[in-house]
Each structure stands twice: as C-alpha cells, then as structure tokens.
C-alpha cells in the first residue's frame, strides 16, 4: 500500500506561482510512475504532468499541453517527496490537484489539494 500527501495548495492571483508537495510513504525509487492530475468543476480529471522511472538513473516528464513552459515536475528521491512548480497560473488552472503514483500496475491517488487561481 502507497500513502500520498499532498500540500501546498491555495488561494492564488492570476500570474503567480504555487509549489505543490506529495510525500510518499515508500521509497519513490519503486514507484514506476509519479505525478499529477487535476480536476476542475464539472469536468473529468485529467493530466497535469508524470514522470515515468526508465532506469536506475533516467526519468521521462511528461506534462499537458496546457502546461508546457508553464509548470515543472520533479521529485526528490530523500525526501520521497514529487513537486509540481506552477507558474504564471490562470484562473483555469483552478481545480483539485491530485497526487498519483504507480507500482506494479497499481494506481494509488492522493485526497487532492484545491488550487484557486481568482483575483
């Protein structure tokens, strides 16, 4: 069983910039993919960006095109801990931010963290 925990979600202005944090309670190293997704009112979740193991050293980030250029995943092994950088945020960047991860073919989500981008 994979624990997630996200944090760092709030109120933002439009243009500004959040960090979001997802510990994992085991070594991220087993995990075959990290990431996030997100889900905005009266929509389907969806992609925000992952980050797939493809080696013991390599790594592929993958992120929406919505996101490009804009927000930026990366992760740290000690900490067991995925970040997702998001800057110049729009106001339809606001949903909850989901934490994801695979194992084995096994999907395990965190309980979200709100993002609120509004003047």
């Known amino acids: 069983q994979v624990q997630l925990v996200e944090s760092g979600g709030g109120l933002v202005q439009p243009g500004g910039s959040l960090r979001l944090s997802c510990a994992a309670s085991?070594?991220?190293?087993?995990?075959?993919?990290m990431g996030w997704y997100r889900q905005a009112p009266g929509k389907q979740r969806e992609l925000v960006a992952t980050?797939?193991?493809?080696?013991?050293?390599?790594?592929?980030?993958n992120y929406a095109d919505s996101v490009k250029g804009r927000f930026t995943a990366s992760r740290d092994n000690a900490k067991r801990t995925v970040y997702l950088q998001m800057n110049s945020l729009k106001p339809e960047d606001t949903a909850v931010y989901y934490c994801?991860?695979?194992?084995?073919?096994?999907?395990?989500w965190g309980k979200g963290t709100l993002v609120t981008v509004s003047p």
């Open positions: 994801y991860a695979r194992i084995f073919m096994t999907d395990y």
């Open positions: 085991v070594s991220i190293f087993r995990l075959n993919v």
């Open positions: 980050i797939t193991n493809i080696g013991s050293t390599m790594e592929h980030t």
